[in-house]
């Protein structure tokens, strides 16, 4: 009885992992995911604790909190004058560049179109 299907089990190891193994034996800031070696600053523990402590623990909606939509709507504005993003509709967060893509790709695309990728590209 097999314990995976058999498209998973066709995966290979991910490259960031594989770059993050190389960074630790180098010595070197891996910057392919996001594991500090590091402190988290102060203020962002106070933030978070503050956060907690004010019942602001929910998950956010799938688009995006709305006070981070209209702050990015604010500063495409600053920097693009005459742009009008409206943050209800045009604007969504993600929780990273898989899911942006994933979200992207399934608005977009159907079955069979074809697409292509320029290298260097995102290995997802």
Same mark, same amino acid.
Not at 44 to 53: D, G, M, P, T
Not at 111 to 117: N, R
């Given at each position: 009885m097999r314990s995976i299907s058999r498209k998973a089990a066709s995966f290979t190891e991910s490259v960031i992992r594989d770059m993050n193994?190389?960074?630790?034996q180098a010595g070197a800031v891996s910057l392919a995911q996001g594991f500090? &070696?590091? *402190?988290c600053p102060p203020e962002? @523990? %106070? *933030?978070?604790?503050?956060?907690?402590?004010a &019942?602001?623990?929910?998950?956010? /909606?799938t688009w995006g909190a709305r006070p981070l939509r %209209?702050? /990015?709507? *604010? @500063?495409? *504005?600053?920097?693009h004058p005459g742009w009008q993003v409206d943050p209800e509709t045009q604007i969504t967060v993600t929780c990273g560049a898989t899911e942006g893509m994933i979200a992207a790709m399934l608005g977009l695309l159907d079955?069979? &179109? %074809?697409? /292509?990728?320029f290298e260097p590209f995102y290995e997802n």
């Open positions: 193994r190389l960074a630790v500090p &070696d590091f *402190a962002l @523990k %106070e *933030a978070a604790a503050a956060a907690v402590n &019942d602001i623990n929910q998950y956010a /909606i %209209e702050a /990015i709507a *604010a @500063k495409t *504005a600053r920097f079955p069979g &179109d %074809e697409v /292509i990728v």
